[in-house]
């Protein structure tokens, strides 16, 4: 066994090396890591508190709509009966805590124009099929939706074969497609929103959005918020943008009917991830992806939402950067990859080094040491305290940009119970953003060796980019998803009246608060 004095040579030395030129230039590229983040967030937040700005404006000239639309004028009956048929495409595995709500929130679109909305669930044994079901029943003299059992997939991901399934059955004269997740609340006037950008710019290839995590306060929830942080920069430019959510795109329905640039057969051909294909294709034609700065949804994650769900969903989203549909596409994946890992890590080993400086400065200190005794540089503490700034003026920016979102999101939805900061740990948040890039470059690096996930209880293994092999099995795989933490197997023909009703209750009681707009 080690005697103390050996561990605190071994501590003194690690210190020592921790101070080297190398050691210097890792700790500087990560105070520059964290800086660049902090910049990243202020620029959205300052995008989103344009519109912010703007709504408030509206407001007090006497526009009391304008989370509906800019301009008073296109509420008149003259400009709602020439907006365009919209068809909504929701693709459904499971059902959770949120789904009704989440669903309630999206038939209830204050869309002026032709509407309907397409569910579509893989067999009728899925919980959604009969949830869903019962919802539309409700309002089955106010909205214009279908259930559609979509059938096993055999070529693609379930996901994406529920959506070309849906794209089928949408109307003859729809103009435009939006395909939502359901594990995200829309606002009423998003669709109208989305629609009016794609009215004014026909060049527009695609437009989408980004999730406002809800944590529900399990260290893996914040993990999740802390993964999704760093992307919404993207989508918050308020105009055009590289960047594509597979929970929010609306495209010409004429695309489809035409598989323009192939953008059907290169999903339905193997095609694993959504969005991550159709950004391909664009970027391939030099299509245009837009992002409005109204765009942000409210996505609760599940109550429960434990470490291991955390995992699951991290294997999903690295797993992505398996499939291509070009050489060009495979590139930019690998340098994707190359680079996410190296700033990952970039990002967690000056805390690695700040926690070594602070454990010896600590045995300096409880044993009487001085700096001169243990010829210790003092320079490591130093740089201790330059990465605590770095890293309050990180958080600064995170937390501005999710007030700022949290506002957006609640003057968007003024008939909903308001959205708060007060719930958000950021002590938490910390401690996730080092336990995320610490693990990224791991389930990044097990998913390219494997080239196979378990997504929702179905395995896909790929091969040159395109899923070549699905599996299938209820007992090897998870009993919920990873994020709504929903059931994703239900009795043969049964009701799931349980889930339902619980669901129910929940979004009657969220509906009974009092509205306290605490931002």
Known sequence: MWSPDSFDA????????????????????GFCICLLLALGWALASYVRNKEIRRMKESVKRGHHFAFLCHDINELEHSNQVNLPRVSVVMPLKGFGEHNLHNWRSQITSLYGGPLEFIFVVESTEDPAYHAV?????????DVEAIVVVAGLSTTC????????????????????????????????????????????????????GYPLDLPSGSLGSYCIYEYHMPCSMGFATGGKTFFLWGGCMMMHADDFRTDRHGLVSGLRDGGYSDDMTLAAIAKANERLITSPPVAVFPHP????????????????????????????NWLMNRALFSFHCYASWGFVAPYIMAGVHV????????KGYSFGEATLPCTGLRFVGGLATCTVIELLSMWNLTRVEVQLCNLLSPEAPPLSLASYNWC??????????????????????SQ??????????????????????????????????KHLYGKKGGSNNYFFLLSLSRSFAQWWQPKKYDV
């Open 359 to 366: 454990a010896a400065a600590l045995r300096l200190y409880f």
């Open 10 to 29: 071994l501590l003194f030395a690690a210190s020592r090396a921790c101070c080297s030129s190398m050691a210097y230039f890792i700790q500087i590229q």
């Open 301 to 328: 994650l599940a109550s429960d939402l434990s470490f291991g769900r955390y995992w699951n969903y991290l294997r999903k989203q690295t797993f992505v950067l398996e499939s291509y549909t070009t050489k060009f």
């Open 452 to 485: 196979s996930i378990n997504w929702s209880g179905i395995r896909y293994h790929l091969k040159d980019g395109k899923v070549h092999k699905i599996e299938r099995s209820k007992d090897k795989g998870p009993k919920f998803t990873d994020l709504g933490g």
């Open 133 to 141: 079901s019962r919802l539309l029943k409700e309002y089955k003299d």
């Open 428 to 449: 938490l948040v910390f401690i996730a953003m080092v336990v995320d890039n610490f693990l990224y470059p791991v389930s990044a690096i097990r998913s390219h060796l």
């Open 157 to 208: 991901s379930q996901k994406i074969h529920n959506q070309l399934v849906g794209v089928n059955k949408m109307q003859k004269d729809t103009k435009y497609v939006l395909f939502l997740d359901d594990d995200v609340s829309l606002h009423p006037g998003s669709i109208g929103a989305l629609t009016t950008e794609m009215e004014k710019n026909p060049d527009i290839f695609i437009q989408t």
